[in-house]
């Protein structure tokens, strides 16, 4: 069965404390990785997309790699503004949907 | 370029009502999702249109239906509500199909609550 894990479920860091969150997948096939950030209330907002094992993508203080098996979401210096749920999405190879982790709730605590 | 639009934003009903939520796509974007948003669940996924045509459906009782317009506008509706059905609903579009390689952008989401 097609399965996408994250963890921790919750993490709360001190402003400039960096942490990873993980996104472990166990797909038939993977298209793609999706990363995306959510606010209470918001709808989820794009932040990366990883295809292929190895690859890396970077953004201000965010970075995610990926590999065959899971995903990292590095957090370098956190900020207060970053506190909110990320969400990893999993594209397969085969059919039209993406499979979604119940996300890392991320507190940083200023 | 404008975003996802979801209308209305929030919505309080009744069990056995009806409701109709609509989502406006990334202009475009002939690929709309939904997904219903619960916090012990997550994102489930409901099902995907593509040109009008409903593409892939997940795991939902026949309450839940969709549609998509020539102009790739969608709505959702659900009838006979029940209490468990109060959510975040989500729209996401993308360009091409999700079968391809693309990317899922959401909208605001609409806050039902059933009472």
């Known amino acids: 069965e097609d399965q996408v894990t994250q963890s921790p479920e919750a993490l709360r860091l001190q402003e400039g404390e960096s942490s990873s969150l993980n996104c472990s997948y166990t797909?038939?096939?993977?298209?793609?990785l999706f990363w995306y950030r959510q606010d209470p209330g918001k709808g989820p907002e794009f932040l990366f997309t990883?295809?292929?094992a190895g690859e890396e993508k970077e953004k201000e203080r965010l970075k995610a790699t990926l590999t065959k098996k899971e995903s990292f979401l590095h957090i370098t210096a956190p900020k207060p503004e970053d506190s909110a749920t990320y969400l990893c999405?999993?594209?397969?190879?085969?059919?039209?949907?993406?499979?979604f982790g119940t996300g890392t709730s991320l507190t940083v605590i200023p | 370029k404008a975003g996802v639009t979801q209308t209305p934003r929030y919505l309080i009903k009744t069990r056995g009502q009806q409701v109709t939520l609509s989502c406006s796509p990334i202009?475009?974007?002939?690929?709309v999702s939904w997904y219903q948003q619960t916090p012990g669940q997550g994102l489930q996924f409901l099902f995907e249109?593509?040109?009008?045509?409903?593409?892939n459906k997940g795991n939902f009782p026949g309450r839940f239906s969709g549609r998509q317009f020539s102009n790739s506008r969608s709505e959702m509706n659900v009838s006979t509500l029940e209490l468990g059905d109060s959510a975040l609903y989500l729209c996401?579009?993308?360009?091409?199909?999700?079968?391809?390689?693309?990317?899922?952008?959401f909208g605001p989401g609409t806050r039902l609550t059933v009472l």
């Open positions: 996401a579009s993308s360009l091409l199909a999700t079968g391809l390689r693309n990317t899922q952008y």
């Open positions: 797909v038939s096939g993977l298209r793609g």
């Open positions: 990883l295809y292929s």
């Open positions: 999405a999993v594209q397969l190879l085969t059919g039209n949907q993406f499979y």
């Open positions: 202009s475009g974007h002939r690929s």
């Open positions: 249109y593509f040109s009008e045509t409903q593409r």
